[in-house]
């Protein structure tokens, strides 16, 4: 595991880490629906006066923790946990890394954060089991797991998710309904059994719950989705839990995703790029239109040639035909 991490500078042009523009250049899965969500229940918690710090256990390159890093107000902490290239220590997890993460490095995950963010966010570079002795108890009002899909590793995750959050905290498990994820479904649907864990809404690729009072949660939600026209909500009643569903052909999308400090520099580059083609574009159609000139004079010219040959063939076989004395005069008559 690395060390606390707290500030570096963002990616140089040139050294191949990346300068996404917007949040939509950052390689991950993180979706507009998702985004719309984080939003309305961050800033919902934040108008409520619910205080407490973030963590997430997952970040990849750094696209949902980028995201999340914008709800963070002062005098709270944004951890972040995850292997980057750390060995998992696992034969399944070092296999799940493998197969799904292994372009992964924690250079490219801080050049993604610093192009959103002048600090990092504390970061745990190691398994999800550290977090329990690394971050305190009761301190979060949001977590969000997104880290191995493997249900042992999930289950782990959810009681640190436990232990960590406030009363009022929220807790988003990403992928609790896809096919290639059954261990996350098993754990999220077992914590609501056996944990105390509620529903507050689901979402295509995540579900969002408390082990406080849902109701203020979804009351919440039901305000911000009436009278939206690109979504709706579906309630339905689990085990005698409520839970919402959004509803909606893509679900409601961010208005704009977040720009980043090169989004204004990455714009100009791309204006002069455009300029630049623009030109060339104007150059090669005026050597194309002057070369067509050029090649309307050269045909006039060898037609005119072509029009004089007959006349030419015609006088030298007049020349070659015509009795001497005739042909005598006929040249008298050009040389004057
Ligand atoms: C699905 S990705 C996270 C996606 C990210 N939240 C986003 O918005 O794009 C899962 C991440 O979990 C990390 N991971 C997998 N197993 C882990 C473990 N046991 N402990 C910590 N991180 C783990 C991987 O390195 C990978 O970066």
């Known amino acids: 595991m690395t060390p606390l991490h707290t500030e570096t500078v963002a990616a140089p042009a040139g050294t191949g880490l990346p300068r996404p523009g917007t949040l939509a250049d950052v390689k991950g899965w993180f979706f507009d629906q998702d985004q719309v969500l984080f939003d309305w229940l961050l800033t919902h918690q934040a108008r409520s006066g619910v205080r407490g710090d973030l963590l997430e256990m997952g970040a990849y390159l750094g696209k949902s923790a980028a995201f999340l890093g914008r709800y963070l107000d002062s005098g709270e902490e944004f951890t972040v946990c995850d292997l980057f290239d750390s060995p998992a220590g696992d034969a399944a ?37 550290l977090v329990p002795e690394k971050v305190a108890p ?17 289950r782990g995750d959810i009681t640190a998710a436990r232990r960590v959050l406030s009363p009022e905290g929220v807790v988003v498990l990403d992928d609790y309904r896809s096919e290639h994820t059954p261990g996350v479904s098993a754990a999220t649907w077992e914590a609501l059994f056996t944990e105390g ?61 977040p720009r980043s400090r090169y ?15 623009r030109r060339r574009e104007e150059s090669d159609a005026r050597a194309a239109a002057a070369a067509g000139e050029a090649g309307a004079a050269a045909e006039a010219a060898q037609r005119r040639a072509a029009a004089r040959r007959p006349k030419a063939r ?6 070659l035909l015509l009795p001497p004395v005739v042909t005598k005069g006929l040249r008298r008559l050009r040389s004057r």
Not at 100 to 124: Q, V
Not at 138 to 153: K, N
Not at 265 to 274: K, S, T
Not at 314 to 319: D, M, Q, T, V
Request: some cysteine.
């Open 93 to 129: 997890n070092d296999e799940e890394m493998q197969r799904s993460y292994a372009t992964l490095s924690r250079r490219a995950f801080e050049a993604n954060y610093l192009a959103f963010h002048d600090e990092l966010p504390t970061i745990i570079q190691g398994p999800t089991s």
């Open 138 to 154: 009761g301190s979060c009002r949001f977590v969000h797991v997104d880290a191995s899909h493997l249900y042992d590793h999930v």
């Open 197 to 257: 864990l509620r529903p507050i809404c689901l979402s295509r690729c995540k579900f969002y719950g408390t082990w406080g009072d849902p109701a203020p949660w979804q009351e919440a939600l039901i305000l911000e989705i009436v009278g939206r026209a690109d979504c709706h909500a579906d309630l339905q009643t689990i085990a005698g839990h409520r839970v919402l569903r959004l509803v909606g052909e893509r679900g409601p999308a961010m208005p704009e995703p």
């Open 263 to 277: 989004y204004e520099a990455l714009r100009a580059e791309e204006r002069a790029a455009e300029e630049i083609r």
């Open 314 to 319: 015609a006088r030298r076989a007049a020349l």
